[in-house]
Antibody, heavy 118, light 110 residues
Framework: EVQLVASGGGLVQPGGSLRLSCAAS????????MTWVRQAPGKGLEWVSV???????YFTDSVKGRFTISRDNSKNMVYLQMNSLRADDTAVYYC????????????WGQGLLVTVSS | QSALTQPPSASGSPGQSVTISCTGT?????????VSWYQQHPGKAPKVMIY???KRPSGVPDRFSGSKSGNTASLTVSGLQAEDEGDYYC??????????FGGGTKLTVL
């Protein structure tokens, strides 16, 4: 059974950093395309980043240069390192596996609230 | 990339059918057959209902169907049930290793 369990959310001050972790089970992250999606309070879904099975990474324009995505194959985990955080990064962050096609999320984790505020 | 355009709300009575549209451009919806639809209940993670424009994952009722014409994709829910109420989002590959979501549609079962 595919399972994604995210951790690491919380309150951070503007300009601060936070690392989100996503523990996968039931499959191997190194062989998959893994995505992070976020949802600001009361708003819609926003695609944030993807890491391909070949290790290539891509980001939405608003986080380029501030966020990095990585994985640890030995731990079967995916990470989202978020630096220079801003108030508009406040959102619930979801990790997901692109099960059904290369691009769109399929199986989703439970979501983590990240609040950027002083 | 601009978000795909969805109506803010849709509604129908139990047993009726409702269709939700998702309009993009030739650079996203119209250019690729990589359109997915998600159902989200309050406080929960989204659940994929349709992928590849019209394919249903295992376990999704066949009351849910998807289609595409030009730059507009559509999700149809037939035989509406109370548990179908929630928010629905479309997503599409948008080229250049990017994905774009729709703004979401709140479906109300009257």
């Amino acid at each position: 059974e595919v399972q994604l369990v995210a951790s690491g959310g919380g309150l951070v001050q503007p300009g601060g950093s936070l690392r989100l972790s996503c523990a996968a089970s039931g499959f191997t992250v190194s062989g998959e395309y893994m995505t992070w999606v976020r949802q600001a309070p009361g708003k819609g879904l926003e695609w944030v980043s993807v890491i391909y099975s070949n290790g290539n990474t891509y980001f939405t324009d608003s986080v380029k240069g501030r966020f990095t995505i990585s994985r640890d194959n030995s731990k079967n985990m995916v990470y989202l390192q978020m630096n220079s955080l801003r108030a508009d990064d406040t959102a619930v962050y979801y990790c997901a596996r692109n099960d059904y096609d290369f691009w769109n999320p399929g199986s989703w984790g439970q979501g983590l609230l990240v609040t950027v505020s002083s | 990339q601009s978000a795909l355009t969805q109506p803010p709300s849709a509604s129908g009575s139990p047993g009726q059918s409702v269709t939700i549209s998702c309009t993009g451009t030739s650079s996203d919806v119209g250019g690729y057959n990589y359109v997915s639809w998600y159902q989200q209940h309050p406080g929960k993670a989204p659940k994929v209902m349709i992928y590849g424009v019209s394919k249903r994952p295992s376990g999704v009722p066949d009351r849910f169907s998807g289609s595409k014409s030009g730059n507009t994709a559509s999700l149809t829910v037939s035989g509406l049930q109370a548990e179908d109420e929630g928010d629905y989002y479309c997503s599409s590959y948008a080229g250049s290793n990017n994905v774009v979501f729709g703004g979401g549609t709140k479906l109300t079962v009257l």
